[in-house]
């Protein structure tokens, strides 16, 4: 199957500054990529939706300012955690979606995750 | 009502014995059905589909039932490779989101 790759896949930086996480589909085009986040003995949330060349589409309550999502190929996509405090603190994972076919969409895949820790 | 329900469990089970889940979904609109499986600190990884007709792969069967808007798997002579947290998953049609339960917990004790 199609590989998604995220890097880092374990952070840890101190409360105010920024965190980058790249998610890269490896074998094929993605144009549309989604961000989740999943804390302890919770289910995956998803955060946002980014396409390729547009802006990213944000779930309730997720702050735009704060999670910077950036899908600047149809490759990789990056979310950038800007001031991020402890409790930002969570397993933030990467999803990447094949293009449509015949009107349906494609297969999601699922990078293997980055664990984020705020100090 | 959450979106999607499953019981957190643990689900602790003895080898070789059988276990089942059942997970419920709010929107009667949704089209496609999925258990996913994920290891502790790990990405969530799909397991199988639901199909309307029941579908088996191996030693796990997976049911779904539009009327009552819930979903089932069930697993065969488990083994301890299957201790894992089972993710129900519910995708729109049209928006095609993906909306994840707060999964299952299995532990399979020796």
């Known amino acids: 199957g199609a590989v998604v790759s995220q890097h880092p896949s374990r952070v840890i930086c101190k409360s105010g500054t920024s965190v980058k996480i790249e998610c890269r589909s490896l074998?094929?085009?993605?144009?549309?990529m989604f961000w989740y986040r999943q804390f302890p003995k919770q289910s995956l949330m998803l955060m946002a939706t980014?396409?390729?060349?547009?802006?990213?589409?944000?779930e309730q309550g997720v702050e735009k300012d704060k999670f910077l999502i950036n899908h600047a190929s149809l490759t990789l996509s990056t979310l950038t955690v800007t001031s991020a405090h402890p409790e930002d603190s969570s397993f933030y994972i990467c999803?990447?979606?094949?293009?449509?076919?015949?009107?349906?969409?494609?297969?999601?895949?699922f990078g293997p995750g980055t664990r984020l820790t705020v100090t | 009502r959450k979106e999607v329900e499953q019981d957190p469990g643990p689900f602790n089970v003895p080898e070789g014995a059988t276990v089942a889940f059942n997970c419920t979904y709010s929107?009667?609109?949704?089209?496609?059905f999925f258990w996913y499986r994920q290891d502790c600190r790990k990405e969530p990884k799909l397991l199988m589909s639901?199909?309307?007709s029941g579908n088996e792969d191996g030693r796990f069967t997976a049911q779904l039932n539009r009327a009552s808007q819930y979903i089932s798997l069930l697993i065969r002579d488990s083994k301890l490779s299957d201790s894992a947290t089972y993710l129900c998953?519910?995708?729109?049609?049209?928006?095609?989101?993906?909306?994840f339960g707060k999964g299952t917990r299995l532990h399979i004790l020796p």
């Open positions: 639901v199909y309307s």
């Open positions: 980014s396409n390729e060349g547009s802006k990213a589409t944000y």
């Open positions: 999803s990447a979606r094949e293009p449509q076919r015949g009107g349906r969409y494609g297969e999601q895949y």
């Open positions: 929107n009667s609109a949704s089209q496609s």
């Open positions: 998953v519910v995708k729109g049609n049209r928006d095609d989101k993906i909306i």
């Open positions: 074998d094929f085009q993605a144009t549309t």
